[in-house]
């Protein structure tokens, strides 16, 4: 079965600082990697997915990530963080060809900016 | 930029009242799929649907669920009687085929008193 963990619960970063969120995933082929960005009371906005090929890959409003195999990891990443970052970060992983292709998430990380 | 949209935002319903849930997935997708979110937890998958039938459910999906392609537009997730734990957030999304990024709506908050 596959599974999801995000390890930090809360993070708290001061705008402009680097922020790293980590996502480890347990699954026993290719997994689909994703991470989706959920802020207060709005729906789960994608930024940036990986299925294949180079391993650090880009995003939407400036986040990357990287999946590594040999840690079952795919932390995300931003160099210089905006207020408007502050949100939910969520991680998934879908399996890989399967029809259907159902989504587990972890449970979530919530990113708190202070000015 | 096409996107999944859910009806209503919100939804305050009685104990053992039936509840519909509205979505409308990305226009030439295939592939559609409900997950729910209690206060506090996970997001968590539900049911997929491909093809007219369901193609996978978890066990949260017991017989009070149900889905429905009721035409060419719209996706529907009825709850036959509700119970308090059925209180969540319901999130639709659709992918234009099975191993595909999954768009998702913003969700319908049931409340269920």
């Known amino acids: 079965a596959q599974s999801v963990t995000q390890p930090d619960i809360h993070i708290t970063v001061s705008e402009g600082a680097s922020l790293e969120l980590r996502c480890n995933y347990s699954?026993?082929?290719?997994?689909?990697l994703f991470w989706y960005v959920q802020s207060p009371g709005q729906g789960l906005q994608l930024l940036l997915k990986y299925f294949s090929g180079d391993t650090l890959v880009q995003g939407i409003k400036g986040f990357e990530a990287e999946f590594k195999r040999s840690q079952s990891s795919f932390n995300l990443r931003k160099p210089s963080v905006h207020w408007s970052d502050a949100a939910e970060y969520f991680c998934?992983?879908?399996?890989?060809?399967?029809?259907?292709?159902?989504?587990?998430f972890g449970g979530g990380t919530r990113v708190l900016v202070k000015p | 930029e096409p996107e999944v949209t859910q009806t209503p935002s919100h939804q305050v319903t009685q104990m053992g009242q039936e509840v519909i849930l509205r979505c409308v997935p990305i226009?030439?997708?295939?592939?559609f799929y409900w997950y729910r979110q209690i206060l506090g937890q996970k997001v968590e998958f539900l049911v997929s649907?491909?093809?007219?039938?369901?193609?996978?459910k978890s066990e949260i999906f017991d017989d009070q669920f149900s889905v429905e392609r009721p035409d060419g537009s719209n996706f529907t997730l009825k709850i036959r009687s509700t119970k308090l734990e059925d209180s969540a957030m319901y999130f639709c999304a659709s992918s234009l085929r099975g191993a595909e990024t999954q768009y998702f709506g913003p969700g319908t908050r049931l409340l269920v008193l």
């Open positions: 226009s030439n997708h295939l592939y």
């Open positions: 699954y026993g082929a290719t997994p689909y």
């Open positions: 649907f491909y093809n007219n039938e369901i193609s996978e």
């Open positions: 998934a992983v879908g399996a890989a060809g399967a029809a259907g292709n159902k989504l587990t």
